[in-house]
């Protein structure tokens, strides 16, 4: 049987995150698989390269299905777009070897976190970017940021509720920048745990604060204790920007998130 990757955008705003829930309908997961399986004719299921929590946007979601359906590239995208709600759109959808695997094959993520430094409502942002209000040392975050590089016990990142057996993950890029009164924060790993950019975004801001320093987040990853970190951030602010594979490539889509960086 035929295997697609689809390539994904959608504003999370309005969902319960990616993964398709039996008690109701406001994931991303539902309408794809609902609007897929209207253009297959066929019951269709899929897979997600990463399952985004309630809130959290995405620019570059890949996701994987099977069908026996004959359609066109084109008659897909268009087709499938059709059936989708205005936040939730298909950039493109390519045909690959049966083995491959949106999840399974993926070796690096990348997500970014969207800060914005005002004094006033964010308004046409409101729900995509944090809003921050105090004077935040970004210079000083980036330094601290450096500490999470590499492979590490992340415990302290982790949410309770996370169902992974291990918190080892292994990080291969952080960064945090400014640009005018936005503050972008971005991570490149292997995989990620529940809620783990959330609450490393959170503990950072103690750091531009200047509430900890820099040697005691270095401190706080070493503890492996979720009580030593910060608080978790709004989703308002995370975008899944995407994965990256080695045997399969696409050509990423860019919004403003990748323009401020």
């Known amino acids: 049987m035929p295997r697609y990757f689809v390539q994904l955008e959608y504003k999370g705003s309005n ?8 008690n109701t309908k406001r994931t991303i997961q539902g309408h794809l698989e609902k609007a897929l399986s209207k253009i297959a004719n066929e019951s269709v299921k899929t897979t997600c390269s990463g399952r985004t929590d309630s809130g959290v946007h995405a620019t570059n979601q890949i996701v994987h299905f099977d069908t026996n ?85 992340f415990s302290s990142f982790r949410a309770s509720g996370c169902q992974s057996n291990s918190a080892m993950r292994e990080i291969f890029e952080v960064s945090v920048k400014t640009k005018g009164p936005y503050i972008i924060f971005s991570i490149v790993g292997n995989a990620f745990l529940l809620n783990m950019i959330r609450i490393i975004v959170g503990t950072l801001l103690e750091v531009g604060k200047k509430k900890i320093t820099v040697k005691q987040f270095k401190d706080i990853i070493a503890a492996k204790k979720r009580s030593e970190a910060g608080k978790t951030v709004s989703p308002n602010g995370l975008y899944f920007i995407g994965p990256e594979y080695n045997d399969f490539q696409y050509i990423k889509n860019t919004v403003l998130i990748d323009e401020l960086d």
């Open 15 to 22: 969902y319960l995150g990616f993964q398709k829930q039996s």
């Open 69 to 153: 359906s004959r359609r066109t590239i084109d008659s897909w995208v268009k087709g499938t777009n059709r059936y989708l709600p205005d936040d939730i759109s298909v950039i493109n959808l390519y045909k690959v070897n049966k083995d491959h695997h949106a999840r399974f094959d993926a070796v690096k993520r990348t997500y970014k976190y969207l800060l914005k430094k005002s004094n006033n409502n964010t308004g046409l942002e409101n729900e995509q970017c944090l809003l921050i209000r105090e004077n935040i040392d970004a210079a000083a975050m980036h330094k601290a940021a450096q500490h999470l590089v590499g492979e590490k016990d």
